[in-house]
């Protein structure tokens, strides 16, 4: 157990409509990151959020919008979704609250999106 | 835009061989350099790392290298077992984990 909560585990919806993937980090972790796996890919960085600010984006399309709360839980929302979104997206957090820096992030178990 | 590529998809070798995974980066400004395993329907863990101030190491049977005038890094699993079957991601970061970016990853299995 990774300590990264992701909810929810799957969800099926059809093309045009909105989701919202929600993210709880480890206890104390400030930075959340966001990655979207499609089928046989590799892991495509979508955005970082530190401390409920933006820090680094990556290939994140404009229909995609995430935002990290005062209480540090995430939420990313894909709005207009095409076929071409359903993937496996995950969370990560890491520590950056005083404790040795190890370079590592924490998955959750990802939250697996079909659209049909 | 690949900052970081694995461009083997898979490999196999033989329980109690060695087994290499390959990575290149293109971006000199990496700091850090990252292994993680994924097993189906889990989220990746982490596995070992090294900073762009060393060119080795080691954690048990996993040793990762680094060459960072070829811009290349290696994992070097010895000796691999079944339960090392598992895809393999390669990550590189700036500093303090910023923009965290990820290989395609390579299926490794190794077979008894």
């Known amino acids: 157990d990774s300590g990264v909560t992701q909810t929810p585990k799957h969800l099926i919806t059809a093309t045009g409509q909105r989701v919202t993937l929600r993210c709880s980090p480890r206890s104390g972790d400030l930075s959340v990151y966001w990655y979207q796996q499609s089928l046989d890919q590799g892991l495509q960085f979508l955005i970082q959020?530190?401390?409920?600010?933006?820090?680094a984006k990556g290939n994140i399309l404009e229909r995609f919008s995430a935002q990290q709360f005062p209480d540090l839980h995430s939420e990313l929302n894909l709005s207009s979704l095409e076929l071409g979104d359903s993937a496996l997206y995950f969370c990560?957090?890491?520590?950056?609250?005083?404790?040795?820096?190890?370079?590592?992030?924490?998955f959750g178990e990802g939250s697996r999106l079909t659209v049909l | 835009d690949q900052q970081v590529k694995q461009n083997s998809p898979s490999l196999s070798v033989q329980e109690g061989r060695i087994s290499i995974l390959n990575c290149d980066y293109t971006n000199s400004m990496f700091d850090y350099f990252l292994w993680y395993k994924k097993y189906p329907a889990e989220g990746p863990t982490f596995l070992i790392s090294i900073s762009s101030i060393k060119d080795k190491n080691e954690d048990g049977r996993f040793t990762v290298f680094l060459n960072k005038s070829a811009k290349h890094l290696s994992l070097h699993i010895v000796p691999s077992q079944p339960g090392d079957s598992a895809v393999y991601f390669c990550a590189a970061s700036g500093d303090n984990n910023n923009d965290m970016r990820f290989g395609a990853g390579t299926r490794l299995t190794v077979k008894p």
């Open positions: 959020y530190y401390n409920g600010e933006e820090r």
């Open positions: 990560a957090s890491s520590g950056h609250s005083g404790g040795a820096y190890t370079g590592e992030l924490f």
